[in-house]
């Protein structure tokens, strides 16, 4: 049985001899990207063999490694089975989560009206001439005798009012006795809200007394292991032997990691957090749960269900208190989830009465359009672009991403976060990438690099040099290898322009269906709301520059964070928040595009650089 040592980590695992060192790596529970869930094509589970046996590139990682990466034991995790004892170094993974928490601790999110309540206790004190039972006694006194109690707190009931001379906290929701404390801790009432993102999970944790934030975590969600995007995943569950298995544990595993860290930022112990709130797409919402998830990568791409779903947090493996619960928001459809719920209800787009679209910028692009009291959504698969995958230098929004590039006075500014030397390029650095050698006259309008060998008289003498040809078409050095963390140059290829095109036609010709269906034109929009803390980022002129964005002036477009997350918490702090979430997939009227004969032609059109607003 080979063992492999992974290194700075320090840890030892055994494995069957033949064990993909992908899924060996996720088996560790050390993060490894695998975008491509292990077919070979994304180029970014890099490992390095530091001691143990080298074998014969194969050909995916000739074309994703070069010469020197291979002399020095850079390989492909997927592409290794383990059949020997190896020590493997693993690049540590750089935090990238940072965006994805646009709520900053201290915010107040609205007035508190919280499902869970507590309420310290004063009891009676039985006697010969009151002899009510315990609980009778405790529920009299709270004047809540209609609320059910689960066997466990009744059988702790009695020594607990005896040992705390009846003075004890009840919790409790509209329905059962959650929790009985000794004493008074009514000031002690929390709960988590999550959002569960194919690509980051982000838990924030909030005083249900005040509606306030009072901490919050993210972590990637280490389902990444099995693929970047949804279908993989569904594919994972529906075809391998306890795959679904897999993908719940890792994700509730990262769930009990953001709960362990916000209970260590805050202080608070986990038996006062009583309730979890969920936010996700479809896909996320059946795996979190550990529901079959197989019929929504078919047409007709229909979810094992759709309500809102509320179980004990102890069901699932949650760390809170034993007796709290968690509660998933409604999905709209297959592709929609509750994420979408989230957004409408933290942007209010359900109560609006002009016309206004919101966008989610993901892997899978959510948009909701609210047209004169109407409500329509819609997804359009984005690909996974704006994420950095299936870009050749593409990363996550991490130190060192460059995550803008500016052009002006014949001059390219390249800016990486943190100012750290680039080691990728993260969404908003791809749209301003392509935005910025646009305007320098680098690439044409249908995409391609200008050819320089044809057209030398159009390169600025500046960038002689940095426009060079690759295996396929030509690609441009954003940073070169003496200024670069990774000591290679940092471009962008012309497969990667292909990437961001795809992406960028498959939004623009969503958001076009929803208004010709609506019978608006761009013109319309009130508003263009960026949901999604990506949208935070991205640079609203660069944004329309590439045709991202319909043509509506710069001030119309309001970026509005992680607004999915943020109607999560809403859905927490208060009952009626969450009255209106439960219900808005009545409210919405789903439209598939797979089913309109126009979005194919809408979206060929929106795929140029230089393209036609009209519908
Ligand atoms: S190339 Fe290995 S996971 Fe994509």
């Known amino acids: 049985m080979p063992t492999v040592k992974y290194i700075p980590y320090n840890k030892l695992i055994d494995l069957q001899a033949g064990t993909n060192l992908l899924a060996a790596t996720g088996q560790s529970g050390i993060y490894l990207e695998g975008d491509c869930a292990g077919k ?24 994703h490694l070069s010469q020197s990466e291979l002399d020095t034991g850079w390989v492909l995790a997927c592409q290794r089975p383990v059949n020997s004892n190896l020590t493997v170094e693993v690049p540590r993974h750089k935090d990238a989560h940072s965006r994805k928490t646009t709520l900053t601790s201290g915010a107040k999110l609205l007035e508190a009206e919280p499902a869970i309540q507590k309420v310290a206790l004063s009891l009676e004190r039985p006697s010969v001439k009151d002899q009510k039972a315990d609980l009778e006694r405790l529920l009299r006194t709270a004047d809540q005798e209609h609320l059910q109690i689960n066997l466990r707190e009744l059988t702790a009931l009695p020594a607990l009012l005896r040992n705390n001379r009846f003075k004890v906290t009840m919790v409790h ?8 404390e000794p004493g008074d801790t009514s000031d002690q009432l929390f709960g988590i809200a999550f959002d569960i993102g194919t690509t980051t999970i982000v838990g924030s944790l909030i005083d249900l007394n005040n509606a306030t934030v009072i901490a919050m975590a993210a972590a990637t969600n280490p389902q990444n292991v099995y693929g970047a995007d949804v ?104 592709y929609v989830g509750s994420d979408t719920v989230g957004v409408i209800l933290a942007t209010n787009m359900d109560q609006r009465k002009d016309n206004c679209a919101a966008i989610d910028i993901g892997t899978n692009g959510e948009l909701v359009l609210a047209a004169g009291g109407r409500l329509m959504a819609c997804s359009t698969a984005a690909g996974p672009a704006f994420e950095g995958a299936e870009i050749k230098h593409g990363m996550r929004a991490a130190a060192g991403a460059i995550e803008a590039v500016n052009y002006s006075n014949g001059q390219l500014e390249v800016i990486t976060i943190e100012d750290a030397p680039a080691c990728g390029i993260c969404g908003s650095g791809l749209i301003d990438a392509a935005a910025a050698l646009l305007q320098a006259g680098l690439i044409e309008p249908t995409g391609r690099f200008v050819n320089p060998e044809e057209n030398p008289e159009r390169i600025p003498k500046e960038f002689l040099g940095r426009l060079r040809p690759s295996q396929v078409g030509y690609e441009f050095v954003l940073t070169p290898a003496v200024e670069s963390d990774t000591g290679e140059d940092i471009v962008l290829t012309q497969g990667d322009l292909r990437e961001l095109q795809l992406a960028k036609g498959a939004i623009y010709a969503g958001l076009m269906i929803l208004l010709k269906e609506a019978d608006l034109k761009i013109s319309d929009l009130n508003q263009v709301l960026l949901a999604g803390a990506f949208g935070n980022y991205v640079r609203k002129e660069s944004a329309l520059t590439i045709g991202l964005l319909p043509a509506i002036p710069p ?47 809408i979206f060929i059109n929106a795929l140029s650089f230089e393209f036609s607003d009209k519908l």
């Open 231 to 334: 279908i993989s995943r569904i594919t994972h569950a529906s075809q391998v032997e306890g795959g679904l298995k897999q993908l719940q544990g890792k994700v509730i595993d990262a769930a009990n990691q953001i709960i362990r860290q916000l209970l260590k930022q805050s202080g608070i112990v986990r038996d006062r957090i009583y309730e979890i709130t969920a936010v996700g797409n479809t896909t996320m919402s059946h795996l979190f749960m550990g529901i079959d998830p197989t019929y929504l990568a078919p047409a007709p791409f229909i979810p094992a269900y759709g309500r809102t779903l509320e179980v004990e947090a102890s069901q699932l493996g949650l760390n809170i208190n034993p007796s709290g619960k968690v509660l998933f928001l409604p999905n709209i459809a297959g």
């Open 555 to 601: 001030e119309k477009i309001i970026a509005v964070g992680n607004a999915a997350g943020d109607g999560s918490c809403m859905a927490l702090a208060s009952k009626t928040m969450r009255r209106r979430a439960i219900k808005l997939p009545e409210k919405v009227d789903h439209l598939e595009l797979s089913t309109r004969p126009d979005f194919q032609d």
């Open 40 to 63: 070979g094509t994304c180029g970014k589970c890099r490992v390095r063999i530091v001691e143990g046996d080298t074998v014969t590139p194969t050909e995916s990682e000739k074309k």
């Open 173 to 180: 929701d509209d329905y059962r006795v959650i929790s009985l």
